[in-house]
């Protein structure tokens, strides 16, 4: 079993920057592919940012490409979102999943899933 906890989510202006962790519980945190997905109101759950067991790749949405940056760091347990260049577009509840599969975009494949943090973006 594993929990995910999203943290650092909130409100920016356009242009603003935010830092999302995710904290896992799993002892083989390192075993798992990460990924970041969001659900902006009134549309389904999209991915945002996967990334393999090793960080050694990553896959964007196009949406986010060059402006969001996917990170891990296994010793610690964490995946990371940063996000520059925020636009009103990407306010959205942002979660953070896991799976056991190679690196993928499909929520489907995903197994463990975190509560969700919360971005703002105002214009």
């Known amino acids: 079993q594993m929990q995910l906890v999203e943290s650092g989510g909130g409100s920016v202006q356009t242009g603003g920057s935010l830092n999302l962790t995710c904290s896992a519980s799993?002892?083989?945190?390192?075993?798992?592919?990460m990924g970041w997905f969001r659900r902006a109101p009134g549309k389904e759950r999209e991915f945002v940012a996967t990334?393999?067991?090793?960080?050694?790749?990553?896959h964007y949405a196009d949406s986010v490409q060059g402006r969001f940056a996917i990170s891990r760091d296994n010793a610690k347990g964490k995946a990371y979102l940063q996000m520059n260049n925020l636009k009103p577009d990407d306010t959205a509840v942002y979660y953070c999943?896991?799976?056991?599969?190679?690196?993928?975009?499909?929520?489907?494949?995903?197994?463990?899933w975190g509560q969700g943090t919360q971005v703002i973006v105002s214009s």
């Open positions: 999943a896991a799976t056991g599969a190679l690196i993928s975009s499909h929520k489907e494949q995903y197994r463990y």
């Open positions: 799993a002892r083989y945190f390192s075993g798992f592919t």
């Open positions: 990334i393999s067991l090793r960080g050694g790749q990553t």
